[in-house]
């Protein structure tokens, strides 16, 4: 079966930190093939869920190794090691799907304040208009009730959404309205140097951020327990990459997993990117040109946290003022969405 823009890879999924060097990971080896990874977990009990939150069905995984593998009928299933009064969880980070590039969980990272982000509660993809029938049933059966479209009008009116019925869309265009056809911006990125400076002239605007990401943080504090919700661009990875970084900010994880997050695009996108370059090579625009438009920079990431706490003072006020995160807010979020 061929896969559009993502292989099956091991080493690309982010580990899950365990009390006393224990860690738990899940690698997706092909469909339904995953491998769990044990270190130091020792004969403690395993199980799989096909549901985020509720574990009274969950079944056990038993490894007879620390690194063995399990066939389970599930395009992203979540794990659970029991480690005596406290848990821990797993899943792949990707979830292949054949009409997609990008589309990851945001689940599983580390907080400062010793939690973790729960897995199967919010996804980030690049686009996805060209979703198969059985992606949108993947959709479907990961309970996907809300998508945050970050495209500009244009865009959204040349690739429309592909969704599962009964699940809820927003429009969220503010500082994307200029952005229309693939190859408008072309001819003011013909060196890398330029593609650098146009991309960075995006990150460091703050004029739309509220307008853009207000609503999207609205609907993660109204979304029901048992649902998730998807938010994705074009490629995934500026608009995206930012709303992703605000998120994981405001539930308290490090920034130096923030902008690993933000990175993880280069890999998840390579197939794609190669693609898309020299699509873009055939129109004219240099290849260097395009590698640099197309890369997951972490400067990129950076200019955006500057710009913010520039205007702002810090992430925390911004957050507070253009985003409305209160104290109480942050407190409902870490409710819904921390282990």
Known sequence: MKIRGICYAAGLITINFLASGQSMTIDQVKENTYVVNLAGAGKNKVTWNYLPDTWKSAQIVDPRSSHDTVVIASAHPFFKLDKGRRAYYSSSRAVVLQGASNFR?????????????KWGKIYRSADISKLTDNDVKILSDLNI???????????????????????????????????????????????????????LSVYTRTDHLGKKYKPMFDQLLALESDKALLFHCTAGKDRTGVGAALILYSLGVDESVIFKDYELTNEYRKESNEQFVKMLKAQGLPEAAGRSMMAAKPEYLKAAFDAIEKQYGSMDSFLDKEIGLTAEKRNVLNAKFLY
């Open 105 to 117: 969980d945001l689940g599983g990272y580390p907080t400062k304040s010793g939690k973790q982000m």
């Open 145 to 199: 009730k809300m998508v945050c479209d970050l495209r500009g009008e244009k865009e959204a009116e040349l690739a429309p959404d592909r969704i599962p019925v009964g699940t809820d869309r927003i429009l969220l265009s503010a500082g994307s309205e200029n952005i229309g056809a693939p190859g408008s911006f072309m001819k003011y990125m013909k060196t890398p140097e330029r593609a650098d400076s146009m991309i």
